[in-house]
């Protein structure tokens, strides 16, 4: 099989390589999926990088999610999905699904409805996900008010229709005019603008104004301390991306004195903790969801001959989507 295979973690795109691999046999529990779509996200980006949280033995084959078609199983629970179309996530020290042929767990893999188009299935676990379990934060806090930056992202747009549908007041921070004008036609009633002169006056007063206890950040950098510094006294920064490639900068005194807190937030730890009430809502309603409530923007596709164009292309204005690898084109 051809597959993308990442030999060295400098994380540009020279460090991928395409490779003629064996196709992959699946052991007991796993599946053997044809790769239909798998998604190139910020997160993927991170791995290439060697910056994430895992690293994997080189050379290795990136993607943490995607779609396609099961054609093997390795038990007999796993042969009732042959031939049915799924959503893939992929486990630590394995490869990835930026390849024509992938094996996953069991446990990591859900049918999609067949209304659900390919590249919306492929994004079936890292942001939906992620917002399912960024908002369950909210509803256990009982947090009267949410503040997230990089609102116009495919997640933060997940989490803006989780807060209407909830009717939760939500501050949400992007970095254009554009990206304002999109959220607002979303139904966003709160809406800053980071790149203007009185962008953090402005934050500091919707937070006070709506009673923000909690703060959701997918940048790092500057933009931590300025979430953490805009709430009222007692609030927490959930920081769960680092967009900026930056660490986080913040005044050690709102944590002293105005008993404020920053916490992290990864997925993986999320699901980790078992099937609990929440997790197992997720599993079950998310698939419904996916091109919905869960919607992931689509920008365009790709071979994967065309890596280097790909990773090009999805490193610039991610508001305009999500960009595919399609190894079957």
Known sequence: MRALCLTDYHGGPGSLRLMERPVPKPSAGQLLVRVTAAPIHPADRTFMQGRYGVRKPLPVVPGFEGSGTVV???????????????????????????????????AHCLPLLPRTSDEQGACLFVNPFSAW????????????????????????????KRAL??????????????????????GAEHVVNSSEPEFEERLRLLCHELGVTLGFDAVAGAMTGQILQALPEGGTVVVYGELSGEECRLSAGELVFRRKKVEGFWLSTWLSQGLGKAQLRALVDIPWMAGKDFETPVRAGFPLESAEEALRLAASDMTEGKVFFNPKL
């Open 72 to 106: 093997a199983a390795g038990s007999l629970a796993g042969r009732l999905l042959v031939g049915r179309r799924v959503g893939v996530s992929t486990a630590a020290g394995v490869d990835g699904t930026w390849a024509e042929y992938v094996v996953v767990p069991l």
């Open 133 to 160: 379990a960024l908002m369950e934060m909210a509803r256990k806090g009982k947090h009267p008010a949410l503040v997230q930056s990089a609102a116009a992202s495919a997640l933060g747009r997940m989490v803006l």
């Open 165 to 186: 549908k909830e009717r939760i007041p939500l501050v949400n921070i992007v970095r254009r005019a554009g990206q304002e004008e999109l959220l607002r036609g979303l």
